[in-house]
């Protein structure tokens, strides 16, 4: 069955420094990945999605994730934070054999500094 | 750009009351799903649905739960008699034949 972890439920970051939120997820066929990220009291936000082409996706607000069967990861990263990156981040997975519904990771909230 | 949407946007109800909970899918999707956020947890898949019936379910899903496609564009989810532990952010979700899923803003129920 197809799964996600995301190691640290909590991730504190000074602000211009490195964003790393990690993902692994279990699935015995290549799947599609998703970063989401959610403000407080609002909705899900498509980040970035991984569908089979190129290992390394770009998404909005300047995150990038990359690909990684061999470790079978999808590690969320952006060079430097700001305030405004302070949300609740959730990595997710889905797969044809199960209908494309998304499992989602438990989520990772991430503090920014000043 | 189209979009899924979800009213009402919170509703309170008392235990033991029905609720629906409706979504407008982006109009040519064919699959569309609920899911549930019980407040500081994660998101959880509630059930599937393709071609006018359910495809999946997960186990919360009871008998309480229904969703319905009553015409071409509504999607609901009715809880029957809800319980405290049904206080939740729902969310819709709709897609086509591309692998991502397109999600509402969400509905946050609370039951009293």
């Known amino acids: 069955a197809q799964s996600v972890t995301q190691l640290g439920s909590h991730v504190s970051v000074s602000e211009g420094a490195l964003v790393l939120l990690r993902c692994n997820y279990s699935s015995s066929v290549p799947p599609y990945l998703f970063w989401y990220v959610q403000y407080p009291n609002q909705g899900l936000q498509l980040l970035l999605k991984y569908t089979s082409a190129a290992t390394l996706v770009k998404g909005i607000n300047g995150f990038e994730a990359e690909f990684k069967k061999s470790e079978t990861s999808f590690h969320l990263t952006k060079p430097s934070a700001h305030m405004s990156d302070a949300a609740e981040y959730f990595c997710a997975v889905s797969l044809p054999a199960g209908g494309f519904k998304t499992i989602f990771g438990a989520g990772t909230r991430l503090f920014v500094k000043a | 750009e189209p979009e899924v949407t979800q009213t009402p946007s919170h509703q309170v109800t008392q235990m033991g009351q029905e609720v629906i909970l409706r979504c407008v899918p982006i109009s040519n999707h064919l699959y569309f799903y609920w899911y549930r956020q019980i407040l500081g947890q994660k998101v959880e898949f509630l059930v599937s649905?393709?071609?006018?019936?359910?495809?999946?379910k997960s186990e919360i899903f009871d008998d309480q739960f229904s969703v319905e496609r009553p015409d071409g564009s509504n999607f609901t989810l009715k809880i029957r008699s809800t319980k405290l532990e049904d206080s939740a952010m729902y969310f819709c979700?709709?897609?086509?034949?591309?692998?991502?899923?397109?999600f509402g803003q969400g509905t946050r129920l609370t039951v009293v």
């Open positions: 649905f393709y071609n006018n019936e359910i495809s999946e």
């Open positions: 979700a709709s897609k086509d034949s591309l692998p991502e899923a397109f």
